[in-house]
């Protein structure tokens, strides 16, 4: 048993003492599910991940530190691409914005959507004149015609997917011909015939305490849903950008689960939705290693 092992079995013990963990890989992760669970979130990411910001996503650090400007990685990344004004950008799973908001204010010209889960007051956004708010699912992009996009992009959301490859011939159908997606997501990097049975629950547990479907996040099958449509596939591991943000992240949740009172304290006042995600927090660092388990990439596909 090689040490990350060690420290993960003893991690879920100090859990299993407070969260049944069995009922944990089997709760319901429908798309209905996941609003409910961003619904009470909302304010323990803000509170906890944020320190009162908008961004619901990791950051990308370029020095081994983590700095608030590390959440503006990805939009960065999206900007790099619009070098034409008038480009018409979707962002599905925009969440509070963070990065459709910085984008429109780099890019006055261009017309950015944003989409979102109904039920989540994001239509009540106040938001700049170049930017148009769509409630919807995007596993069904059907208010939008086809041929609508230069890009469409989505950071850390098409992981809660009901069918990864439907929402990827949905995304193919409302881009340009020449129009690019990008996703900034984790993923598995075997399969799970490739996986141990423990690499497999602790994968499934560290899904599931953010409301995600265990089933379908190995890279390999993302490339071949990709490719059956899009050209240029390029995916690129950033797991070691995200480090900074994910070690933040395991302290405040090591000291969580280091305070029982803290814990039986949150448990009576705070929702079960917004109390699982310090199970996540306390693994993702030890499972986002770029080896065994888990790996961030950004992807770039054109039509
Ligand atoms: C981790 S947050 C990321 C938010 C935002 N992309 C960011 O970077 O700050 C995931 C977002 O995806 C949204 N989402 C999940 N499933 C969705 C679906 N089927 N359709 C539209 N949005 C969805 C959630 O409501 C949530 O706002």
Redesign the pocket.
């Known amino acids: 048993m090689n040490i990350q092992t060690w420290e993960i079995e003893d991690r879920l013990r100090v859990m299993g003492k407070y969260f049944d963990l069995d009922a944990l890989v089997a709760r319901n992760t429908d798309?209905q599910a996941?609003?409910k669970y961003?619904r009470k979130s909302d304010f323990f990411y803000s509170l906890v991940h944020n320190r009162g910001g908008k961004?619901?996503?990791f950051g990308l650090s370029e020095d081994g530190s983590h700095h608030k400007d590390d959440f503006l990685g990805?939009a960065r990344f999206v900007g790099s691409l619009l070098d034409r004004p008038s480009m018409n950008i979707l962002e599905?799973?925009?969440?509070?914005l963070?990065?459709t908001r910085y984008l429109a204010g780099e890019f006055p010209n261009c017309h950015f959507t944003a989409?979102?889960?109904p039920n989540?007051n994001f239509l009540k956004n106040r938001v700049p004149s170049n930017v148009e708010l769509r409630e919807?699912?995007?596993?069904d992009l059907s208010i939008f015609p086809e041929n609508s996009f230069d890009v469409v992009f989505?950071?850390?959301?098409i992981c809660?997917?009901e069918s990864k490859e439907r929402v990827f011939k949905e995304i193919y159908r409302v881009l340009k011909p020449g129009g690019r997606l990008v996703i900034f997501d984790g993923y598995e990097i075997k399969s799970h015939e490739e996986m141990t049975e423990f690499e497999r629950r602790v994968s499934a547990i560290t899904w599931t305490a953010m409301c995600i479907n265990p089933s379908d996040h190995y890279i390999g099958n993302i490339r071949k849903y990709l490719e059956a449509s899009f050209s240029e596939v390029e995916i690129t591991d950033l797991t070691r950008k995200v480090k900074p943000t994910l070690r933040r992240i395991d302290r405040i949740s090591c000291y969580y689960f280091m305070h029982p009172q803290l814990i039986r304290f949150t448990q009576k006042h705070f929702p079960i939705d917004a109390n699982l995600n310090g199970i996540a927090g306390w693994l993702l660092f030890l499972t986002f290693d770029g080896e065994t388990i888990h790996q961030y990439c950004r992807i770039v596909a054109v039509k």
């Open positions: 798309t996941v609003g961003y961004c619901i996503h990805q599905v799973g925009a969440g509070k963070f990065n989409l979102d889960l989540r919807g699912d995007y596993n989505g950071v850390e959301t809660y997917a």
